[in-house]
């Protein structure tokens, strides 16, 4: 064995070494076995001249079962340029002083992809291999060769931009479901993102509350809260007097004479008295329908539209009666109004801005700014809008993640601040050509604000639904957005984002504590690994998606 094995590269140099190999790899290489003892480069690419003179030197090639030595040559064109073996063609990564087989990488890829694994375990677990087969593990390069091999394999994987998009859905989904995962790097390694915004810093302004709901005063709609769960020392009468001028007028004045609210009616009032804008209980689709309840009892048409589109004026029309019908009239016209205000605005020219780099939303090029807004330099409110979960005090916050409803991910966006609904709405603001007709969020409630605060125009008719498993969560915003409430929603996952990002979490202990870039190219190759196999499951693949997957059930037997 050539001392060139026994002899210990030291780290300075280590990280200074490139491979030399540049050809791209297919994701799942069929790799071939390399039987010739000698390895020599190709004909010269510029002047095509296979006469130059070559050197040699011995170098080791570690391979899945063995570690044997490679006569490597190298050397330069009469026309100047350097030949060296790039090792495409022999299945070996030429790392220069060493060489590495395509399968031994491609195995630690396998077991990296379907179950999270560190390259350390897979580098012991290699060792004792090689003991099994009567080779010393004294001979195997060092960890950190064998890390810098693997680093320089992945950065040659070809990923293809296809793999993130759904063939159903196209370039930009008319239903996203999106989430967060805690799943950072170093902060050390964190380069600036860049900024979002246009060059002219122009202040933008979005929609007032006042615009967006009732326009019900404070005390106006604690005092008729306080009615309906029956508190004692409301007085009646009172209330009567403050709600005059209002939308509530005729209801309250009815109900104090009274002394009764029915439950159905009850439903109603909570769910519009608070704070949630008027657009979460009744989007376009219904507006039409809900305004004729003021007019006349509903018709089997109408019953099923509030069904699908406004389940909360579904569940009053189920019960109203005829004088709901008066009753009713003067929130149904003040509903019209404020969504009138609402279809008027107009999507904010909002200039355009440089990529990001901490963005990896293949399908979803970023087409403008995200625009600077009058809302942005207001004191947040004592209901903080940002997430409250605790994070690593080294690492970055995470991941944030898009997913199509037939869980194909579109892509995600490293955080380099904690996840806030400012990172959602950037993203559809500058990546989205129209806001996607439902986007489904465990934070849609404040997503909502934060958008129609800024954009409206551009999120007018989105409806922004919480997911079932955390709808649990929320008590305070309106029933409306709980996606189980919608039977079109019926048969979407809400929890696909959740779910995706579950699997996520086992790279967490192999890609926290890498660069950036590889961080970024890791959790990349991860996704779009588990986007071919999702895309095999709504039925459409390319006939190079085909053998992947075959390979895959071959290998795992699913």
């Known amino acids: 064995m050539s001392d060139l094995l026994d002899t210990p590269i030291t780290t300075n140099v280590l990280y200074q070494q490139k491979s030399i190999s540049s050809h791209s790899l297919s994701l799942f290489c069929n790799p071939v076995s390399i039987n010739q003892d000698c390895i020599m480069p190709s004909s010269c690419p510029v002047c095509g001249d296979g006469g130059a003179e070559l050197v040699s030197a011995v170098v080791p090639f570690f391979d899945s079962f063995s570690i044997s030595n490679k006569q490597l040559y190298h050397g330069r064109c009469k026309c100047g340029t350097t030949l060296n073996v790039d090792g495409y063609k022999e299945g070996v990564l030429n790392m220069g002083t060493y060489l590495v087989s395509h399968r031994l990488l491609a195995e630690y890829m396998m077991l990296f992809l379907q179950a999270g694994n560190s390259m350390y375990s897979f580098y012991e677990l290699w060792g004792w291999r090689l003991m099994i087969e009567n080779q010393s593990m004294l001979l195997r390069p060092s960890y950190s060769q064998f890390r810098l091999a693997w680093l320089s394999y992945l950065q040659l994987i070809e990923i293809k931009d296809e793999w993130f998009s759904c063939p159903h859905c196209g370039p930009h989904p008319n239903v996203v479901v999106c989430d967060g995962i805690s799943l950072g790097y170093p902060k050390r390694y964190v380069r600036s993102n860049g900024s979002a915004n246009a060059a002219e810093h122009i202040l933008l302004k979005g929609n007032s509350s006042t615009d967006r709901t009732l326009g019900i005063s404070a005390q106006v709609r604690k005092s008729v809260l306080k009615f309906m769960a029956k508190v004692d020392d409301v007085d009646v009468q009172s209330i009567s007097s403050i709600a005059q001028g209002t939308c509530l007028e005729k209801i309250v004045t009815h109900a104090s004479q009274a002394n009764h609210i029915p439950d159905y009616w009850i439903d109603l009032l909570t769910n519009i008295l608070k704070m949630s804008p008027i657009t979460s209980v009744v989007n376009q689709q219904a507006i039409d329908d809900v305004v004729s309840l003021g007019s006349k009892l509903p018709d089997s048409r109408t019953i099923y539209v509030l069904q699908h589109n406004s389940p909360i004026f579904f569940n009053f029309a189920k019960y109203m009666c005829e004088e709901d019908c008066q009753l009713v009239l003067p929130i149904c016209l003040r509903i019209l109004e404020v969504f009138n205000k609402l279809q008027n605005h107009k999507p904010h020219d909002t200039g355009s801005a440089a990529e990001q780099h901490l963005c990896c939303l293949p399908m979803l090029p970023q087409l403008c700014g995200r625009g600077s807004y009058v809302a942005d330099s207001l004191q947040p409110s004592k209901h ?175």
């Not at 993640?401 to 966006?413: R, S």
Request: aromatic fraction near 12%; proline fraction near 3%.
């Open 384 to 558: 903080s809008l940002s997430c409250s979960k605790v994070f690593h005090s080294s690492l970055t916050p995470g991941l944030f993640t898009l997913h199509c409803q037939h869980g194909i991910c579109y892509g995600f966006q490293a955080l380099d601040k904690v996840e806030s609904p400012n990172t959602a709405f950037t993203i559809f603001r500058t990546r989205f050509p129209k806001a996607p007709s439902v986007i489904i969020y465990d934070n849609a409630c404040h997503l909502h604000l934060y958008s129609l605060n800024r954009d409206p125009g551009f999120f007018k008719n989105t409806q922004f639904l919480v997911d079932k498993f955390h709808w649990k969560n929320h008590k305070g915003c309106s029933d409306a957005y709980n996606a189980r409430l919608y039977p079109a929603l019926a048969g979407v996952n809400t929890q696909v984002a959740e779910q995706s990002n579950s699997r996520l979490n086992r790279l967490r202990g192999t890609v926290s504590y890498m660069t950036e870039c590889n961080f970024m190219k890791s959790v990349k190759l991860f996704v779009s690994y588990k986007n071919i196999l999702q895309r095999a499951t709504v039925g459409v693949k390319s006939s190079q998606e085909e053998e992947y997957v075959v390979r895959h059930r071959n290998i795992f037997g699913r």
